[in-house]
């Protein structure tokens, strides 16, 4: 796989622009974002095994973008004025894009997604925004400013599937928006050493965390380590990230109103996304929520199993596709067999 650097100077702004004919043909390009959506890891594949093959190269190039976006907010060049310029030069790919105009492999995959989907470019700018948000922006106040930044760098995605389903419905929107904030928040409690660590962010709001002493040192500390730095922090930093893992699961129990809404054929594909989120806070909470120090991560076969509870369960009664998870230790429920641990 090669890196963010070495994709740029292929497909970068030097080598992309206006006047510049696009590398790649459609075919091409949807073959290369497909590529890009299977060898990236995530908490969950986007192209699994239960995503319509009709479907799979509008998922693919929708990732592609997201992926760039990320990409060149979080990973290319030096953060701040650097990384916005390169999101700038982005913003204006999409737009040539949607003017009919597609100049990166990307956008030439997703001009077809777009014509065929009726999808706007609000969800894409946002998403955008809120990458150009991290340059000027590491450290949050409340948990309503944080949940705010999640309306642009978490709910567009949510509404994207949903359009390429053919199910883009303000009902929906409203419940899939507290699936994918659910999801970012988890997503934020489960990366607090990696984001510290690596880019110098911290999404633990400090009203959780201002009675703690000394909080953002003894966090960096702690996480450099891999160990507490001193006999009280873990028990300090667990009043910190407790009513996070709270708040998310009742943003996950609300999300999941979204199911018994769903299409046949849409519904494995996110409840896997629902169930996987979940399972990250049931692993969380099973590591007594030191995220500082410990990172939880499913397994490959944890992931099969659960694609499996997804597709299992699309052949349930509709009256049944809501039912959550029970809290504890996570086990998983193996359709037809044992459960595993």
């Given at each position: 796989?090669?890196?963010v650097?070495?994709?740029?100077?292929?497909?970068?702004?030097?080598?992309?622009?206006?006047g510049?004919?696009?590398?790649?043909?459609?075919a091409?390009a949807?073959?290369w974002?497909?590529?890009?959506?299977?060898g990236?890891y995530?908490?969950?594949s986007?192209l699994s095994a239960?995503?319509?093959?009709?479907?799979?190269g509008?998922?693919?190039a929708v990732?592609?973008?997201?992926?760039?976006?990320?990409?060149?907010?979080d990973?290319a060049?030096?953060?701040?004025?650097?990384?916005?310029r390169?999101?700038a030069?982005?913003?204006?790919?999409?737009?040539?894009c949607?003017d009919?105009k597609p100049?990166h492999?990307?956008?030439?995959?997703?001009r077809?997604?777009?014509e065929?989907?009726?999808l706007?470019i609000t969800?894409?700018?946002?998403?955008?925004r809120?990458f150009?948000?991290d340059?000027?922006?590491?450290?949050?106040?409340?948990w309503?400013e944080l949940?705010?930044?999640?309306?642009?760098?978490?709910d567009?995605?949510?509404?994207?599937?949903?359009?390429?389903?053919?199910?883009a419905?303000?009902?929906?929107?409203?419940l899939?928006?507290?699936?994918?904030?659910?999801l970012?928040?988890?997503?934020?409690?489960?990366?607090?050493?990696?984001d510290?660590?690596d880019r110098?962010?911290?999404y633990?709001?400090?009203?959780f965390?201002?009675?703690?002493?000394?909080?953002?040192?003894?966090?960096r500390?702690t996480?450099?380590?891999g160990?507490?730095?001193?006999?009280?922090?873990?028990?300090?930093y667990?009043?910190?990230?407790?009513?996070m893992?709270?708040?998310?699961?009742?943003?996950?129990?609300?999300?999941?109103?979204?199911?018994?809404?769903?299409t046949d054929?849409?519904?494995?594909?996110i409840r896997?996304?629902?169930?996987?989120?979940?399972?990250?806070?049931?692993?969380?909470?099973?590591?007594?929520?030191?995220?500082?120090?410990?990172?939880?991560?499913?397994?490959?076969t944890?992931?099969?199993?659960?694609?499996?509870?997804?597709?299992w369960?699309a052949k349930a009664?509709?009256w049944?596709?809501?039912?959550?998870?029970?809290?504890?230790?996570p086990r998983?429920e193996?359709p037809?067999?044992?459960?595993?641990?």
């Amino acid at each position: 796989m090669k890196s963010v650097e070495e994709e740029l100077k292929e497909f970068g702004p030097t080598r992309i622009g206006p006047g510049v004919p696009p590398p790649m043909d459609e075919a091409r390009a949807r073959a290369w974002c497909q590529q890009l959506a299977e060898g990236h890891y995530e908490n969950f594949s986007v192209l699994s095994a239960l995503v319509p093959d009709r479907m799979r190269g509008d998922f693919a190039a929708v990732y592609a973008f997201c992926r760039w976006a990320d990409d060149l907010g979080d990973e290319a060049g030096t953060p701040g004025e650097e990384r916005l310029r390169l999101l700038a030069w982005w913003r204006g790919e999409l737009e040539a894009c949607f003017d009919g105009k597609p100049r990166h492999p990307v956008m030439v995959a997703l001009r077809p997604t777009i014509e065929s989907r009726r999808l706007t470019i609000t969800p894409f700018d946002d998403l955008i925004r809120a990458f150009e948000q991290d340059q000027v922006k590491d450290r949050y106040a409340t948990w309503d400013e944080l949940t705010e930044y999640c309306t642009r760098s978490a709910d567009p995605v949510g509404r994207l599937v949903l359009a390429i389903f053919g199910l883009a419905t303000s009902e929906r929107f409203e419940l899939s928006d507290r699936v994918c904030t659910g999801l970012q928040m988890v997503n934020h409690v489960q990366d607090v050493r990696r984001d510290l660590l690596d880019r110098n962010r911290i999404y633990l709001p400090t009203e959780f965390t201002s009675s703690i002493p000394d909080f953002e040192a003894r966090l960096r500390r702690t996480a450099e380590l891999g160990h507490a730095c001193d006999h009280t922090f873990l028990e300090e930093y667990r009043t910190a990230v407790r009513p996070m893992v709270e708040r998310c699961w009742t943003l996950m129990d609300e999300g999941r109103g979204l199911l018994p809404t769903l299409t046949d054929e849409s519904y494995p594909v996110i409840r896997l996304f629902i169930e996987g989120g979940e399972r990250i806070l049931q692993w969380i909470e099973a590591w007594n929520l030191e995220t500082c120090i410990h990172r939880p991560k499913l397994g490959r076969t944890e992931r099969g199993l659960l694609v499996m509870r997804a597709w299992w369960g699309a052949k349930a009664p509709g009256w049944m596709r809501r039912q959550g998870p029970t809290r504890g230790v996570p086990r998983l429920e193996v359709p037809g067999g044992r459960n595993a641990q």
